[in-house]
């Protein structure tokens, strides 16, 4: 099961104070070793802009999943990774699962869930046969 492709989801702070969060994600895996990036908005780095995107790295075995996501320039307050482990859907078009920080102190997490953005790969499919056809 590959998981390389677009993907969107949220991932929740398990909190009633905080909102979750939606993201989008973009990541290859080849034979199991997956990365790749995200990006969401901005909801607790008040002067690092309105997104923040991070490198995305980790293992696939089975229908089970686990990465680390770090923030790219390190934002105050997004110094620690985070990580993820997920459970991947029987068709590979959705992952479910936790993610935790160890912040000093403060651990943390919640859950999260991602889709499998599938009509780009319908778009690139359609482009391509149209291609073909007009050659």
Known sequence: ???????????????????????????????GVVWGETQEPNTFVPDAGPELIADVSGTRSGVEVHFRK????????GAYPIHYTGHISAGGKRIEGRWRINVPGVPFG????MTRITGIAVTRERALKTQVEAT
């Open 1 to 31: 099961m590959d998981l390389s492709g677009d993907w969107t989801g949220v991932f929740d702070y398990g909190l009633e104070t905080r909102d979750a969060v939606p993201f989008t994600a973009t990541l290859m895996d080849v034979g």
């Open 70 to 77: 770090a923030y790219l320039g390190s934002p105050r307050g």
């Open 110 to 113: 919640g859950p999260f869930v």
